[in-house]
Nanobody, 122 residues
Framework: VQLQAYGGGLVQAGGSLRLSCAAS????????MYWFRQAPGKEREFVAA????????YYTDSVKGRFIISRDNAKNTVYLQMNSLKPEDTAVYYC????????????????WGQGTQVTVSS
């Protein structure tokens, strides 16, 4: 499956952005979807995940209550709605796909999007 993430940009602290990740090449609904991010000088970290139908989600603690992951299988797209953004959310955001909906630590992801930059100014 090919993934393309977009929707990043520059936003002030407290603002919102919605990231999208469009998939092609395989049956999108067969894949659980994940968002990760990588800040300058830091390791890539998990952000959020959503199951195949969208009925189940989980988040890293730092974004709970602020970010919402969702998907539209008819459009082959997964979204990350980011609200109440903080400067520490500044990072390149990546989407990833896997057939399993499990703890992200258990997955060696084969499918990644190219990343989209999110910059939150204070």
């Amino acid at each position: 499956v090919q993934l393309q993430a977009y929707g990043g940009g520059l936003v002030q602290a407290g603002g919102s952005l919605r990231l999208s990740c469009a998939a092609s090449g395989r049956t999108f609904s067969n894949y659980a979807m994940y968002w990760f991010r990588q800040a300058p000088g830091k390791e890539r970290e998990f952000v959020a995940a959503i199951s195949w139908s969208g009925g189940n989600t989980y988040y890293t603690d730092s974004v709970k209550g602020r970010f919402i992951i969702s998907r539209d299988n008819a459009k082959n797209t997964v979204y990350l709605q980011m609200n109440s953004l903080k400067p520490e959310d500044t990072a390149v955001y990546y989407c990833a796909a896997d057939r399993r909906f499990v703890d992200y630590d258990l997955i060696s992801f084969d499918y990644w999007g190219q990343g989209t930059q999110v910059t939150v100014s204070s």
